[in-house]
């Protein structure tokens, strides 16, 4: 076989995989139609296992028609070299090299993983060959007619199948919404464009439309959420309706924050999209971008060459991360890069009964499930080699003592076998120890909200206490431990029996099985203090209620979902226009 073949071999894998992405892509808009929202988060939660599928198949034929791939030296510089020649002009070259990647690494040992042989570094020149950005978005120029006009005609160009309620009530409040908040409302007419990605983005329950609006000011996030009302008692009417305007690029950040589910998105040249979206967040990275649509072996890929680079350009060392130490993971981190690095200890205590097999599911688990803005993406590495001088002593002996079976150290490098890696954030405790009593009272109400948030979405978090939880930059509660997830329906949620009298209540027997949960006891799983049990219990006394538990148990059966909205509900037009829209 010549290294022609083999390249072309491995880009026919790389197609293969790209067109059934796109395809099960494509279809989140007829789920959402259809308001399927089980079937959307089957299709979400499938979508995530599509690019080893691929890389296995590809793997195995690539073995049949080279059985020693080992072959002579230089043999896979030359197809290395083909493959990037065959990506000149391809629309994914960028992702094809991930591909690439994904496969050498599986078939051979970590020493031959440099430039030569794979894409540590894109051989894609992105200055030279800038990406074909006006395939992605639409342009339309109020000036041609009305505002009005022209955000009707942006809503019409999705051709969502459902009817819209009251289009024009929700055309109007957009119109309002634009003159009020955003500066770039005050221009006139002839100086206003907007620029409307192609595709909605699908998430949930809602399809969003994101676009920019471009005055001699630069230009803003343009974003509209479009949302499903079902009939019920006090909804009579059925159909789609806008929710809300967002033009603040904070705020678009946190629609696109790393705690909730992968968009789907139809993305047939995904770094022009992701470019067009860079511009409007400008604070998130290349890889916190691609996994936002999905593409999350792509952020694999860009978060390493982010954390090559930010290595050269700092100096100071891994240390380990600020809290209390897990029993499950050993967790470290850089103080001048926002990332934590989580390693899975060699043993674990007696309190708990798991295995890493285990660990290892519930982290896949919550990777594939909806994280409803409130569970941390993870990325998950294999044999990560980090330079050893950057390493604190005291930490690089901590490490050999926690987790020795999986570090070895090769020269000057310290190779961890596997690890994820995860956004930091200020562990709650800690948190809770440097803040006031008024920011006091509503993080312990959000931490009370997020568990609502992850029950609603059928995870029970298992291990509830503060040190589990972390603040995020937008100062919002994300869980980050997953070891003792379960989902919510495997949980038998109980009253304590009530007992009759001191002898009762000292003699009785109450059985507990494994999956028993008493939530009259809940404040006890979170924390010791007094003090915030009772802030939590005040915003939220049901989760107290084993009824409330059941409850929640019995709509996830019916099918029900909540909505959750990554927006204030202050800002939805129902709230601010004071009429009814949802
Ligand atoms: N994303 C993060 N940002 C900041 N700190 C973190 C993060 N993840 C973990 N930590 C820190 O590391 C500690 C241990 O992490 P984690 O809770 O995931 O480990 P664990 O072994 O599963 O814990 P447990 O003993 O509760 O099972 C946390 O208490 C926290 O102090």
Not at 110 to 128: A, D, E, G, P
Not at 239 to 260: A, C, H, K, M, N
């Amino acid at each position: 076989m010549q290294p022609k073949h083999i390249a072309e071999l491995i880009l026919k894998g790389f197609k293969r995989h790209f067109a059934l992405f796109e395809d099960s892509t494509a279809a989140a808009s007829r789920y959402f139609n259809q308001a399927d929202w089980p079937g959307f988060l089957q299709l979400s939660s499938e979508r995530i296992s599509f690019y080893d599928q691929r890389v296995n198949e590809t793997l195995q034929q690539l073995k049949q028609q080279l059985p020693d791939p080992g072959g002579s030296a230089g043999f896979w510089q030359d197809v290395k070299q083909q493959y990037s020649d065959f990506l000149q002009m391809h629309p994914q070259a960028e992702l094809a090299e991930t591909f690439y990647n994904s496969l050498f690494c599986r078939l051979f040992e970590r020493k031959y993983f440099h430039n030569q042989n794979i894409f540590v570094q894109t051989t894609l020149n992105r200055q030279q060959l800038p990406a074909p950005v006006a395939s992605v978005y639409d342009s339309y120029f109020p000036i041609q007619n009305s505002l009005k006009q022209t955000l009707r005609q942006i809503i019409a160009d999705f051709r969502f199948g459902p009817d819209f309620i009251d289009l024009e009530r929700d055309i109007r409040y957009l119109v309002r919404s634009f003159l009020d908040q955003s500066s770039h409302g005050k221009y006139p007419l002839h100086l206003i464009r907007f620029d409307i990605l192609k595709s909605a983005f699908y998430r949930n329950k809602a399809a969003y439309i994101i676009g920019r609006v471009v005055t001699p000011e630069g230009q803003q996030p343009f974003v509209i959420p479009v949302l499903h009302q079902q009939a019920c008692s006090t909804a009579p009417s059925e159909g789609l309706y806008l929710d809300t305007l967002i033009t603040e690029p904070e705020q678009l950040s946190v629609v696109f924050g790393f705690s909730r589910a992968y968009f789907m998105v139809q993305s047939p040249v995904p770094s022009a999209l992701i470019q067009f979206l860079r511009e409007l967040m400008p604070h998130k990275t290349l890889a916190e971008l691609y996994a936002s649509i999905g593409l999350h072996k792509q952020a694999k890929t860009e978060f390493y060459r982010e954390l090559l680079q930010h290595l050269t350009r700092s100096s100071d060392h891994f240390v380990a991360a600020p809290g209390i130490r897990g029993l499950v993971m050993m967790v470290f981190t850089l103080p001048s890069f926002p990332y934590v690095f989580k390693v899975i200890r060699d043993e674990f205590p007696e309190s708990k009964p798991i295995s890493r097999a285990t660990v290892k599911a519930r982290y896949l688990q919550v990777k594939k499930h909806d994280r409803v803005g409130r569970m941390a993406d993870t990325m998950e590495y294999s044999d990560v080699a980090l330079p050893i001088d950057r390493f604190a002593p005291e930490l690089l002996e901590e490490l050999k003592q926690s987790i020795g079976g999986s570090l070895r150290i090769e020269d000057e490098l310290v190779v961890i076998k596997h690890l994820y890696i995860e956004r930091r954030m200020i562990p709650l405790n800690l948190y809770l120890e440097q803040v006031g009593s008024d920011e006091k009272a509503r993080i312990m109400k959000d931490y009370g909200q997020a568990l609502k948030d992850i029950i609603a979405a059928n995870i029970f978090p298992g291990d509830m206490l503060l040190k589990n939880f972390g603040v995020t930059r937008h100062k919002r509660v994300i869980f980050y431990d997953y070891d003792e997830v379960q989902y919510l329906l495997d949980v038998n949620f109980r009253a304590l029996p009530k007992a009759k009298s001191i002898d009762d209540a000292l003699y009785s027997d109450v059985s507990v099985a494994p999956g028993d949960v008493f939530p009259e006891q809940i404040s006890t799983y979170v924390t010791a203090q007094p003090e915030l049990r009772d802030l939590l219990l005040k915003s939220h006394p049901e989760l107290m209620d084993p009824a409330y538990w059941q409850q929640m148990q019995q709509r996830i059966r019916a099918g029900q979902f909540d909505d959750v909205f990554p927006y204030p509900d202050g800002m939805r037009f129902s709230a601010r226009f004071h009429e009814k829209s949802a």
